[in-house]
């Protein structure tokens, strides 16, 4: 079920304060729920919120743990940046990507 707009920027700014706090787990409860929202996804305007989200929701799995989950979401987030031109932000989702296939211990031809 989609949620309202105000849920969901309430929901992307705990994410971001729980991560900032180390509770990543409890971070990538929210961001999850923002990441998943359908009208969200289809929402052409807001295809940079939904990249930032996605790399937030991919940190926060692999800060709890989840390298290998986080991945996809990863990918997704990049794939808008990319979409988008937004230089700056693909920068930063790709040196985060180093990061998590480092912590997953992918070799280069097992990395998506």
Same mark, same amino acid.
């Given at each position: !079920?989609?949620e309202t707009a105000?849920?969901?920027?309430?929901?992307?700014?705990?994410? &971001?304060?729980l991560l900032r $706090? /180390?509770?990543?787990? *409890?971070?990538?409860?929210?961001?999850? #729920? #923002?990441?998943?929202? +359908?009208?969200?996804?289809?929402? +052409?305007?807001?295809?940079? #919120?939904?990249?930032?989200? !996605? @790399?937030?929701?991919?940190?926060? &799995?692999?800060? @709890? /743990?989840h390298s290998a *989950?986080? %991945? +996809?979401? &990863? *990918?997704?987030?990049?794939? &808008?940046?990319?979409?988008?031109?937004?230089? $700056? /932000?693909?920068?930063?989702? $790709?040196? %985060?990507?180093?990061?998590?296939?480092?912590?997953?211990?992918?070799? +280069?031809? *097992?990395?998506?």
């Open positions: !079920m989609a105000d849920t969901l920027a309430a929901r992307l700014a705990l994410g &971001l304060r $706090e /180390g509770k990543a787990a *409890e971070a990538a409860a929210e961001l999850e #729920v #923002v990441c998943r929202d +359908p009208d969200l996804a289809g929402a +052409p305007d807001l295809r940079d #919120v939904r990249a930032r989200a !996605m @790399s937030l929701y991919a940190q926060a &799995l692999w800060k @709890s /743990g *989950e986080a %991945l +996809p979401y &990863l *990918e997704a987030g990049l794939r &808008l940046a990319r979409a988008l031109g937004d230089v $700056e /932000g693909t920068q930063e989702i $790709e040196a %985060l990507r180093q990061q998590i296939r480092d912590a997953a211990g992918l070799r +280069p031809q *097992e990395r998506p």
